[in-house]
């Protein structure tokens, strides 16, 4: 372990064990982290920067063998991990250590509730709260290399050496408006390990133009899906390189008999049709001898009424006058899927949920269900309970 300007470069087991015993009566701490995902399935974890009010360390987990300080500090409960745009950062720390870090604190979040620009960066937040301006050179930066320019591992630090102020104001605006309460349920929710998990069958609708598939076809589609996953997680490499989503709608649109046929669908390569040909025939095979009933379905779009679109458009400006009211950006409260969704009754509608249900969709149902009333005062909108 060397010495690096005002952190530590921790590439060994003794540094990581001394750094996180350190560590455990902080409180509350920062993390980031640097990853690369270009030729493989799962992220490849490079680096790991974590900063306390007294400790700051850069982490090199290609060095390191006994990660179970890191683990054990990463569940902590009475330490509180910050982040911002924390969802890459929690998905590879809980594939590279088994769970989710818990409790955590996500800045982007935070900043929403509060007025920010809607998803505001991480360097846009450090300058406007710290007034700092980073650094970007390394954004692009092969952060698996070995050994990284100091420059690099200073661009990597700064993620999280100015995370800390930025919470800490946050957190403050979060008490003094009294709006900490109202994304503690998105904050729990973000532990959650079923955020970080595939599920495999709904991955179909995720192919570009699977809108034009039904029926058995629907079902190839599905079960392709699930293949394709299966194999780019088993070879660790991305689920384009097996086959790509407009060989997989071919194949399921066409449905090739044999091998022959397979090889014309000119999106398939030879070479990937006569290697894995067989497994592709049989699921073509097995998806005729499913139950229709069984087969995948696309959701029912169900069209507005006329009188729904009126309404739709009375709660937007409800929530534009809502938004101003909260300083906060329209699109970080509500767009109109969020508003068709609550129409519709619709569980999918982000009003329903954590924050924006108490600052928003609580009284749009209000008002929905007759309980309170629009009225104009001074060319502003007002909601008056009835």
């Known amino acids: 372990m060397t010495r690096q300007h005002d952190y530590e470069y921790i ?3 003794t540094g990581l ?30 680096l790991i ?15 390191i063998n006994d990660f179970a300080p890191l683990s054990e500090l990463l569940v902590k409960q009475d330490l509180l991990k910050v982040f911002h745009s924390s969802s890459q950062d929690l998905e590879i720390l809980c594939q590279k250590f088994g769970a989710v870090p818990s409790p955590v604190f996500d800045t982007q979040l935070a900043a929403a509730v509060l007025g920010y620009n809607h998803q505001i960066s991480y360097a846009e937040l450090v300058q406007q709260l710290t007034g700092t301006t980073l650094d970007k050179k390394h954004t692009r930066a092969n952060w698996l290399r070995r050994p990284l320019s100091q420059d690099e591992l200073d661009y990597a630090m700064d993620d999280v050496r100015y995370l800390l102020a930025v919470y800490e104001q946050l957190n403050q605006k979060l008490e003094s408006t009294g709006r900490s309460s109202w994304i503690e349920k998105d904050l729990r929710a973000m532990s959650d390990p079923e955020n970080y998990q595939v599920d495999k069958a709904q991955l179909w609708r995720r192919l570009k133009g699977v809108f034009k598939l039904k029926g058995e076809k629907l079902q190839i589609a599905s079960d392709l899906c699930r293949w394709r996953e299966e194999l780019a997680q088993r070879q660790n490499r991305p ?20 091998l022959e046929a397979l090889l014309q ?32 379905q696309h959701d029912m ?9 009126a309404l739709g458009d009375c709660l937007m400006s409800l929530c534009r006058m809502i938004a101003d009211q909260n300083q906060i950006a329209l699109a970080t409260l509500a767009t109109r899927k969020d508003i068709d969704n609550l129409i519709l009754n619709y569980k999918s509608s982000r009003l329903t949920q954590g924050w924006r249900f108490t600052m928003a969709g609580e009284q749009l149902l209000e008002f929905m269900h007759g309980q309170s009333t629009i009225s104009v005062d001074n060319e502003t909108l007002k909601l008056d309970p009835k």
């Open 49 to 63: 920067q974590i900063a306390s009010a007294n400790r700051l360390a850069c982490i090199d987990p290609l060095a």
């Open 17 to 46: 064990a001394r750094f996180c015993a350190g560590l455990g009566e902080a409180g509350y701490c920062a993390i980031d982290t640097e990853f690369i995902r270009e030729s493989t399935y799962y992220p490849e974890l490079a």
């Open 265 to 296: 669908i000119p999106e398939l390569s030879d070479k990937t049709a006569r290697r894995y040909g067989n497994e592709l025939l049989q699921i073509i095979a097995h998806a005729a001898q499913v139950d229709p009933a069984q087969w995948p």
């Open 239 to 258: 689920r384009r390189w097996i086959v790509k989503d407009d060989a997989l709608i071919e194949i399921a649109r066409q449905k090739p008999r044999d």
């Open 11 to 13: 590439d060994s087991d």
């Open 301 to 309: 779009a169900k069209r507005l009424s006329k009188p729904q679109l």
